[in-house]
């Protein structure tokens, strides 16, 4: 399927992801075919049509609704007896038609549903309603769906349930409901329970009992607590249990071994522990297996033995251990489940070689066998009999010593022609490029990030891969011309993730890339030998989000004045190239544009004076370029949201404003190095985000990476589960001010000791005067300190000694007098160096008011002075080194809760994963997941 773009990935991955499971329904109507027989009757007709006048908005689907269309047994979503021409089918679904859905805040017309007196099937997904008595009329009823509808002010009306006697099948998933009423009319009729995705906490456990006949219980995501209810203990004819998306614990009950019949266990997403119950090794009716997330631990030889023993056949076809605590290997006798068609067995403890035997799976299409430590080698034989894989997912998070080696020779016939997702992250396809390839022309999602490749691209790459939505090369040494200027024959490609970073790239970027990419939203060609200039046609990419052209050899002038219309832009990395001119003013208007790095450049000329638009900036990084001229006010008061603000190493001349405090979000200034002068203002002691402690800083993201390690059937949503998050842990985020090497004068304001959560105050090489603040001791979190090379007097106030964090402390060539203080971490600084040039300094560690140091030895602290920019502006360069695929989500819970938590405050983050969190903050319910 093509995806023509991430948005519409994004939205059929939302329908499907959550909706998936519940969008089909069992039976279809079979209205309208020609076997048909008669006229509806026509209180039933004129029923309908009440019905229908009763829908805000009249959907096309129900065109066939008129009047004048006699017939209403052949009218959509209707079916009639063939025989007494009584409509006993009604399925309208607002889920899957969106225009029924909109705006249904009042309800549906549930009175003209009541005269359908002889309706057998009944659905009713996505209405908002809230009176049920119609049901009390329905008493044919054998089917009943009412999920997606919220009935949770339905109240006592939900007893009219009750009355449907001969009820076989009840589908009241995501309904919102937090209690149900006894249920004894149909204790005996009922086979299809489904209550799913509500909030019953497990108190309706115990009823499950009186259901005499039930045959397949869904309680996924209802709030069920503890070991797994015992009462289930006596419901051994079940078939289909789901008790997923809960908080059981405990282990799995052993007296599942008397649930002969068991067809589909599925207990994925709680906090069961122990071993797979030896008895599952003789389910042979077992269709679908999922443990995964959960603590189970052991190992799958036996049960997979076990299985592999059933004649003729296991019939698994779904077996999910993934993100468990299984050890062990893959036994070889899984080539034995010849009806396996998804096999999860991803972030596991398990080792070992991969069984050749799972090459022999014939009706494979998922395989996921990622974050392992698997070793040896895979080769053809791995892969024999696997044509009809879609998926395949060997991924590790870090190359192992000893990587997966892919032994293919090189013309080998990959017989994988219907893969469509691709991720061997960290495994060994190098050094050469693999000729297998060619063979893959359906990939659409391709990730072969840090694969050992140091080989000159293809001339046929990627240009045979009609289908490319994400590509993914990063961290190899793949040289050759960039392939930006894919094409399918005259068409463009779909491409709208593009990671080419860290390799041998050369070449330059075309002057038609919006028309050979016309989809690009997330481009990362940083760290590569790219050259040449920035072409204007950039500006055409309208869905680009992220522009990464960090460390290659780009020149040239930046495209004028079309940067505005990028209404989607948010992030643009050109750091470390030799881009020059001006910087179009047009840029600090890209409505979305939340981080701006040009740093380390030849930029040159001053900052626009006046703008009456800025994007929301977090993140402005002008550091290492030729800029000069004052800092304009607006810089003050158009960046409410600005965290971190580096114009290092320029030539900016002029003052601090009072306007520029009103940076309330600043956590990190450094415009060391440039010709700054006058006071610094008092009011730096407003800059409230340095007045707190942040815990971790959002940018100190080394490369967050969404994988997708799960995929959907034809609907071919991608799902993931697995995300990297790398927090770069040695580099807390450091809140900061460095204004040194500057010309500023004047006394330092004693308000910047409120500033409490800040790391760095480096105020060296100015011309400051007066005396260090009195309640510098207050200032707990402060590392380092580096007052050196002014002028202050006075003595050192001694509370400077409570500072237990500090670790770099340099006050040398000032004009201090008196004691220095002692003790506490000030004994972990015995360098007298840090109090050298103060004449009127004494004692410890200047022993015995001994002779001033020479301002010669200081000379070695310059050098120490360079790691305080590096420390400083290494966020920046992280946070594009993150390329996500939108709508890859089904993120196991653990790591969804995380991430989640995690980018809680962080807005630099595609749209798409914005609209996913939000989407689960409408409530836990929307975690559905299993397809
Ligand atoms: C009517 O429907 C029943 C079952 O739905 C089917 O067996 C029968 O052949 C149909 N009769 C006609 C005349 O279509
Ligand atoms: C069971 O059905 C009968 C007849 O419709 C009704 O009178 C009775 O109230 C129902 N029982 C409950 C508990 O609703
Ligand atoms: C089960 O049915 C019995 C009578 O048939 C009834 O008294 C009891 O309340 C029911 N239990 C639940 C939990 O609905
Ligand atoms: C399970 O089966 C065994 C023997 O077949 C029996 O002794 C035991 O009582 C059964 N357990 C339950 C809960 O039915
Ligand atoms: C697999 O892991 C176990 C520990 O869980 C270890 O003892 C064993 O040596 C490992 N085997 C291989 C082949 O790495
Ligand atoms: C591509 O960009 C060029 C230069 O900006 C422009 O002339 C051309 O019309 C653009 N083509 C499309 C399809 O946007």
Redesign the pocket.
Known sequence: MAIPSIQSAILLSFLVLFLGPYLQTAKLCSCGDDHKVGNCHSIERLALLDFKNGLENRSNRLSSWRLDNEDCCKWHSVGCNNVTGYVEEFDLNALTDTTLATKQSGGISTPALAQLKHLKYLVLRGFSIQELQFLSHLTSLEYLDLSWSDLSKTGESLQYINRLHSLSELHLSFCKLSSFP???NF?TTLSVLDLSFNNFGGFFF??I??FTALQSLDLTATEIQGPIPKAIEKKTSLKTIRLGLNELTGPIPDVLANFTSLECLDLEDNHLEGPIPLSFGAFCKLKELSLARNNISGEITKFVNGLSLCRPNSLLEILDLGHTKLTGNIPHSIGNLKSLRRLYLYQTSMNGTIPKSLGQLSKLKFLDLSLNAWDGELTEDHFANLANLIGLFISFDEKPPKPLFFNLSSNWVCPLTKLSYLDLTNCQLGPLFPSWLRNLNGLSFFVLENVGISDKIPNWFPKIYPSLFVLDLSNNQISGKVPLELRNGLKSTEIDVLNLRGNLFSGTIPLNINETMPNLQFVTLSNNLIEGSIPSSICNLKQLKTVSLSSNNLSGELPQECWKDLEYLEVIDLSNNHLSGKVPISIWSAPRLSLLSLSKNVFSGNLPPNLKTVGPLRVIDLGENSFSGNLPMWMGKRLPHLEILRLRSNSFSGFIHEHHCLLHSLRILDLAHNGLSGTIPHCFGNFSGMATVHPTNPFLISSMTIKSHEFVDQVNVWITRGIELEYNRTLQFMESIDLSHNAFSGEIPAEITWLLGLSILNLSMNQLTGRIPEKIGSMQRLEVLDLSRNQLSGSIPPNISTLNSLNHLNLSSNNLSGRIPSGNQLQTLPDPSIYAGNPGLCCAPLKNCAPHLDIHDLDHEEDKEDWLPFFISMPIGFVVGFWSVCGSLLLNKSWRYAFFRFIDDMTIIPVCVVVKVRSFRLGRNHNAQHA
């Open positions: 006894l249920m004894t204790t115990k009823a009992l009186n």
